[in-house]
C-alpha cells in the first residue's frame, strides 16, 4: 500500500510497540484509495473490507471512526517498514469507541508512555 495512503489503527499499533498482542491487523485507508481497493476486494459491508478470513479489515477514512483521519493518516509513524498512527490518536480513538477493552488499553498506553518506553 501507499504509504500516504494508509495507516495501521486498532491493536496493531500497541502491539508493533510491544504493549499488547493484536489478533487482527485493522486499517483505515484514504477515502480515495478505498474506492481503488473496492474494485479489487469484495466489500464485507458498506466501508468495510475483510481479508484473510477477516484478520485484516479496511476501512475507508469516513468509517474509521477517527476524528480527522486524514491528519492522523498523515502524521502516522513508519515502524518496520509500516505506517501505524501515533498513540495520543490512538487513545482518542479509543475514548470515544468506549468500550471496556478501549479503557483498559488506554490504561496500558497511558503506562507505556510514562514507563518512557516511547515518545509518541
Not at 473496492?38 to 477514512?61: C, D, M, R
Amino acid at each position: 500500500m501507499p504509504e500516504d495512503q494508509y495507516a495501521v489503527y486498532g491493536s496493531g499499533p500497541m502491539a508493533v510497540r510491544g504493549i499488547r498482542e493484536a489478533s487482527d491487523l485493522d486499517l483505515m485507508v484514504k477515502d480515495e484509495f478505498y474506492e481503488e481497493l473496492k474494485n479489487k476486494y469484495k466489500e464485507e459491508a458498506k466501508g468495510k473490507i475483510k481479508l484473510e478470513q477477516g484478520k485484516i479489515e479496511i476501512f475507508p477514512a469516513w468509517n474509521s471512526l477517527v476524528d480527522n483521519p486524514e491528519e492522523v493518516i498523515s502524521r502516522a509513524e513508519l515502524i518496520k517498514g509500516f505506517k501505524f498512527i501515533k498513540l495520543g490518536d490512538l487513545i482518542d480513538w479509543k475514548r470515544k469507541m468506549g468500550r471496556d477493552k478501549d479503557f483498559k488499553d488506554i490504561r496500558l498506553i497511558e503506562n507505556f508512555l510514562q514507563s518512557g518506553s516511547a515518545s509518541s
